[in-house]
């Protein structure tokens, strides 16, 4: 037992920030913006460092890595709010040609979780595939064939979203297992990026805390200040044990309860990237309330990841059940 | 980033759990909590059957008779001791979490000698002296007065929040030994053997209604000189071995029981009845315990990355540690807030009634009150945080 970030680990967490830093800056946030938020340089971009066939084999091609290497990714590119159907199309990887390659933007609808109602995909514009997860297996709908009515003003700008009507049966491509497999899966990398967002709030609040100045002092000197950001720091810390439980208990299931490892890692992430955010537009005062300042895409984000793969009450009710049946 | 558990962890619970299996039975129940003799006699008889199964300081070198476990381990220990519903460490808290840790760091080799083998075996009992009530989160600006007169210290003074002080044969005590110099820099760190003249031990009633705690108060009582660990005014020195010990890791065990205890709480829902339904019938209930069930297992993935943090440098992360100790303190008291609805009027009785353990849960829920302001209050932990981990500014 050995629960810490290996070298390894930290190179392919290092590897990520640096690549995350240089390409996806907030002001380049702010111009996809503009641009139905999708990058397709960067899409292919990601695909080559290998985002999306990051736990495919290696005689498959891909980079053969495991469940927890792909929440500490999943935890750098939530950080840094990296737009698209990031997620979906790393599922897809092995079940979809080209999904694990970028060259097919791979989409989808939870059908499994207690959110999927109504059923709003994200990116449309730009997929080339849709995956819906159902009870009773995995299915693969064309997006072209379908009518969606678009959004007009999306939560959150970088997530645009269509309002699918007349959902397709769609084309079998594996049964209930797989299906339950992916939604865990899909589950844990969505903690990542719930953790991510949970860490870059703190980091934004925090610097704002010692900079900003007020009644001559810096605000991050009064203990009212201090206490909420002391408070961010023990749920951005829950919030990556969780989640690097629910990788951890994915790769080796004899190590635990992967349902409980999972559903805790996707309700203690959420609540800590949203009470995060949040208190990082407290922190900001009146300007975090602003859209210049970049705290409300935090949050938005945030409440965009937690509607899929089971909301907080549906994993907190289900591990209730599981305490009191003893398993 | 590996929740395996070597072959050789695997063996060493396999061995603890079938040993733990015949022992804690034949252990026998534990006494009230107000007889102190009986609770004396239990833990202690404890400690002696864990030490001659050689499961006695899990943590602490084999050249003291400890077992020089690896972290995990420990781990492991903990785990199986909370399955297992064995006795807690109890009286033995003091001497074998401070007392014996700190002489085995600072004492000298008489001082370790004459301690650290009986402590080991439940045969010395150690109570704590630190905070007086002045002197409570700023530890420091205490007050209990040293002098030296020959090779005595005589030393008086008020401690509080003594624990065990009643059966107690030996405290750890701070002192001012130079009442001049900055708070920080003047204390000493003392063995004082309980049975000396001039100590007048005062059960304190608590919100829990027991003598948990006592106030000491000690009227020019001598102590040698040679009872010093460590130099004369290095004393502050001394008891941040001790603070930093207390705070990673010895709440680990209670850490481990919480889990427990909620799955009892689920129990007791599912036979209380509320209208003509069950409480766990209630599906908000249902939502906070499952909630509070992933922030416990999130609690106790945190005491994995922290102790295998520990595994090379032998000490827990101070801001991880921090951490753990606040989000574990508010939990158990959330806990407590669901255990106290689910007993609902059952929970206005301290025995039991109606065949609910009101007894057990409400001793749990009072006590939940104290682990906040123990050992570094919430406010205190949420200063170190911000101000030793995240690098604010000092308030003044």
Not at chain 2, 165 to 181: G, I, K, M, N
Request: proline share 5%.
């Amino acid at each position: 037992m050995d629960f810490r970030v290996s070298p390894d680990q930290q190179a392919l967490q290092e590897g990520i920030r640096s690549f995350c830093e240089g390409r996806v800056s907030i002001d380049h946030l702010r111009e996809l913006e503009t641009r139905d938020a999708f990058d397709r340089d960067l899409w292919n971009e990601l695909a080559e460092m290998g985002i999306f066939q990051l736990r495919q084999p290696e005689a498959a091609g891909g980079v053969g890595l495991g469940t927890a290497d792909a929440v500490l990714v999943f935890e750098g590119l939530g950080r840094a709010l990296v737009p698209g159907p990031l997620v979906w199309s790393h599922l897809a990887a092995g079940i979809i040609d080209g999904a694990a390659t970028g060259g097919t933007v791979v989409g989808g609808l939870d059908l499994i979780g207690a959110g999927s109602n109504p059923h709003l995909v994200a990116h449309w514009n730009h997929l080339d595939a849709l995956l819906l997860l159902r009870p009773e297996g995995v299915f693969r709908a064309d997006p072209k064939a379908l009518t969606a009515e678009p959004v007009a003003v999306p939560l959150d700008p970088l997530t645009p979203l269509h309002h699918v009507t007349d959902l397709p049966g769609g084309e079998r491509l594996a049964g209930p297992d797989e299906a339950r497999r992916l939604w865990l899966d899909g589950a844990a990398l969505v903690s990542g990026q719930l953790l991510g967002i949970a860490e870059a709030t703190l980091t934004l609040a925090l610097d704002y805390a010692k900079k900003r100045e007020q009644f001559g002092r810096a605000i991050g000197s009064f203990q009212a200040i201090k206490h909420l950001l002391a408070d961010m720091f023990v749920r951005q810390e829950v919030a990556r044990a969780g989640a690097y439980a629910g990788g951890a208990t994915l790769d080796h299931p004899e190590v635990g309860d992967v349902e409980r490892a999972v559903s805790g890692a996707k309700v203690t992430s959420g609540e800590s990237a949203l009470k995060n955010a949040k208190t990082c537009i407290q922190v900001h005062g009146g300007m975090g309330y602003t859209w210049e300042v970049p705290a409300h895409y935090y949050l938005k984000r945030a409440w965009v990841l937690e509607t899929i793969f089971g909301t907080p009450e549906e994993h907190s009710s289900h591990l209730a059940d599981r305490i009191a049946t003893g398993d | 980033m590996d929740l395996r558990y070597s072959e050789s962890d695997e063996k060493f619970r396999v061995e603890l759990r079938s040993w733990l299996a015949e022992a804690v039975p034949s252990h026998g129940d534990a006494p009230p909590r107000h007889d102190w003799l009986a609770r004396r006699e239990y833990d202690a008889g404890w400690q002696r059957k864990l030490f001659e199964a050689g499961y006695a300081g899990l943590h602490w070198p084999k050249e003291y008779g400890g077992r020089d476990a690896l972290p995990t381990e420990q781990l492991v220990y903990y785990e199986e001791i909370a399955r297992a519903h064995a006795p807690y460490v109890g009286i033995n808290f003091v001497g074998l979490l401070h007392g014996g840790p700190t002489l085995i760091v600072e004492g000298t080799p008489e001082q370790r000698k004459r301690h650290v083998p009986h402590i080991l075996k439940g045969e010395q009992i150690w109570c704590q002296g630190f905070s007086e009530p002045e002197a409570g989160s700023d530890l420091a600006s205490l007050r209990t007065r040293a002098e030296r007169d020959g090779d005595h210290y005589v030393v008086s003074g008020h401690k509080i929040w003594t624990s065990f002080a009643q059966v107690a044969d030996y405290c750890e005590l701070l002192v001012r030994t130079d009442p001049d110099a900055r708070k920080h820099k003047g204390i000493s760190w003392l063995i004082m053997p309980m049975d000396l003249p001039g100590i007048e031990i005062r059960p304190l009633q608590t919100i829990a209604g027991e003598g948990e705690f006592s106030e000491l108060f000690l009227e020019e009582v001598r102590i040698p000189i040679e009872n010093r660990v460590g130099e004369e005014n290095d004393g502050w020195r001394v008891t941040n071995v001790t603070l930093r010990f207390e705070r990673g890791t010895a709440f680990v065990s209670e850490m481990y029981q919480l889990q427990e205890h909620l799955a009892e709480i689920v129990k007791v829902a599912a036979r209380v009845t509320r209208h003509d339904a069950s409480a766990w019938d209630d599906a908000a209930l249902r939502k906070e315990v499952g909630h509070l069930q992933a922030d416990l297992d999130a609690l106790w993935s945190m005491v994995k990355i922290s102790v295998s943090e520990a595994s090379d440098s032998g000490v827990p992360d101070m801001g991880r540690s921090a951490a753990v100790k606040l989000f574990y303190t508010e939990l158990a008291q959330r806990i407590a807030d669901v255990a106290m609805r689910v007993l609902g009027r059952a929970g206005l009785s301290r025995s039991d009634v109606a065949e609910l353990p009101s007894e057990r849960f409400l001793a749990k829920v009072l006590m939940s009150l104290n682990l906040t302001i123990a050992a570094g209050t919430s406010q205190i932990q949420r200063n170190i945080l911000s101000e030793r981990i995240l690098g604010l500014p000092r308030e003044r």
